[in-house]
């Protein structure tokens, strides 16, 4: 079966270096954005230990916001792929149709790991902030999170019939999410029922993981409370899809 | 003690498939032996794609079974067996066609330099050399055909499932189809080809099924499939008001039926062609515009279900 999925894998990975449109919405439109919310938020003049935290916020905020767009998108691939007839000469061979699932949730996270970390190193030279001296911690809160965004992604994919509803579920769903997530501003801004509204999505978690990530001192231990909330998530969201892979209308 | 006999290459024992109301297959028995060239002949939603969908493993059947090679089709050491070629173009446009075998190579757990060998091999096969570098979206419709059946054949399967290959294709293109097929068969793989072109079958099956509202209407060789008509010949005639007359004057001297601007009439055993001559003479109908043919399979269709293959 592994053979199988890094073939996959592979394609997905060549394709996305082919394709000038994803290149541009996964790391030119978000580091455009985030410059200019740096910019808004005044942090290139900020000064001591909140100037960290507003990076962590900003940068960590649209990065999550566009890795959901850019993970649900390859996600939704599965229906062109599915309509290609592709699906039927994969499962014609000796694997399971669970190689799909696989193959397209480990890009995911490859892609969603290299995304926020390049995202943070542009962060880092913009605003001169020190981020990447976390890198360990950073990086280990953006595999989680990458994660975590990967499998909504083929959560959402296989729950919807076509790829029409799909395009607007996730739409839909990542603007809920980002908002309520703490993406665009602080959740300290928010009425307290939505703060602990705010808890229940994987938004929250991620940006909390990179806050902690980021802070002085770091420690994993800090850390991993919130690691954890996101591999439950991951494993909830993989479970049902999983489960739809098997039953749903996905191969119909 | 003599060995036990070799299972067929494919089986389906009382396959029956539904999608909702509509029934795909109803109960469909067949054997395919071991190095056969076999035809699965019918109009577009007769069956064939469902059957075929049966026969790689991709669906399974509501009732029945399907075999390969004895095992059941949804076992992987039964689908190692077999290669599948989609009646869609299945293959990644923005891949090269190296790239698109090095996928589906890696897919039946080939790799490194035996997976590169393999793609180049293919891809001389079917003409593609040239064009290996080049992303698919780029190719002709005939290119891309051609390249959908190498994807197939890169685990050298011992049964070759064929979803109506050529639709789509100019001649040139269907010719090297053909002759590819041709020698893949000759060198021992069972290959199982859906068409609704009546010549494509003709020319290239051993035996065909002819199939129509997912039932198997009749099995054998071409020979076989002709000997069915209750005529040895059709008399083709174009649809204009000077053959009216001669159509209602022909009524209950054989089977007629008209398609595509054209009569064709099939004697009844026993009525001779002179009086279909005389009929003509008789409405001033010239004979130029008869062409006296012998049946194709289309006309054992038209036989089978009354209604012309295309329809």
């Not at chain 1, 000064?47 to 916001?65: D, E, F, L, V, Y």
């Amino acid at each position: 079966m592994l053979p199988a999925i890094l073939a996959l894998l592979r394609k997905d990975l060549v394709h996305f270096r082919r394709d000038r449109a994803s290149l541009i919405l996964t790391f030119a439109v978000p580091f455009s954005l985030i410059y200019l919310m740096g910019q808004v938020n005044g942090l290139s003049r900020a000064h001591g230990p909140g100037r960290t935290a507003a990076a962590s916020q900003i940068i960590g905020g649209w990065a999550m916001q566009f890795l959901l767009f850019a993970l649900v998108w390859s996600a939704n691939s599965l229906f062109i792929e599915r309509d290609l007839g592709i699906f039927q000469r994969i499962l014609s061979g000796p694997v399971p149709r669970s190689v799909i699932l696989w193959s397209k949730f480990l890009y995911g996270i490859f892609l969603g790991v290299l995304q926020l970390l390049i995202l943070f190193a542009a962060g880092q030279l913009l605003f001169q902030v020190n981020l990447l001296s976390h890198l360990p911690l950073l990086a280990l809160a953006c595999l989680a999170a990458a994660a975590a965004c990967s499998s909504f992604g083929m959560l959402l994919a296989a729950l919807s019939p076509s790829v029409e509803v799909a395009r607007g579920l996730s739409t839909f769903c990542i603007l809920v999410l980002s908002a309520l997530g703490g993406a665009w501003f602080p959740i300290a801004f928010m009425p307290g029922f939505m703060q602990h509204l705010s808890r229940l999505t994987l938004v929250f978690w991620s940006a909390e993981g990179f806050r902690l990530a980021l802070a002085t001192p770091s420690t994993l231990a800090a850390l991993l409370p919130g690691l954890e909330v996101l591999g439950g998530m991951t494993a909830v969201f993989l479970a049902v899809a999983w489960l739809r892979f098997e039953r749903g209308k996905l191969f119909a | 003690m003599p060995p036990p006999p070799e299972p067929p290459a494919l089986s389906l024992r009382g396959a029956a498939k539904r999608y909702g109301a509509l029934t795909a297959l109803a109960g469909v028995s067949l054997d395919i032996a071991a190095g056969e060239y076999f035809g699965l002949l019918g109009p577009n939603g007769a069956g064939k794609s469902t059957l075929m969908s049966l026969l790689s493993g991709f669906r399974a059947p509501d009732a029945g079974e399907v075999l390969v090679g004895g095992r059941a089709a949804a076992e992987p050491a039964a689908r190692r067996q077999l290669g599948l070629v989609p009646q869609g173009l299945a293959l990644y446009p923005d891949l090269t066609a190296r790239e698109n075998l090095e996928v589906f190579g890696g897919l039946h757990g080939l790799r490194g330099r035996r997976l590169r060998e393999r793609a180049e091999e293919l891809l001389e096969a079917v003409q593609l050399s040239h064009r290996a570098r080049s992303a698919v979206k780029t190719f002709s419709g005939g290119m891309m055909r051609r390249l959908n059946i190498a994807a197939a054949l890169l685990h050298r399967p011992r049964v070759l499932l064929c979803d109506e290959p050529t639709v789509g294709v100019d001649p040139q293109s269907r010719n090297a189809i053909f002759d590819l097929l041709g020698r893949i068969q000759r060198e021992g793989t069972t290959v199982v080809y859906s068409t609704h072109y009546m010549e494509e079958a003709a020319r290239l099956c051993s035996r065909i099924a002819i199939i129509d509202h997912g039932r198997i209407l009749a099995l054998g060789t071409v020979d076989q499939l002709m000997q069915r008509l209750p005529f040895d010949e059709e008399i083709r005639f174009p649809v204009s008001a000077a053959t009216d007359g001669l159509c209602r004057d022909l009524g209950g001297a054989g089977e007629l039926s008209t398609a595509e601007g054209l009569h064709r009439f099939r004697p009844a055993a026993g009525f001779r062609l002179s009086s279909f001559f005389l009929a003509a003479e008789r409405r001033e109908v010239p004979s130029r515009l008869f062409e006296i043919q012998r049946p194709t399979l289309e006309a054992v269709f038209l036989h089978l279900t009354g209604k012309a293959l295309r329809q």
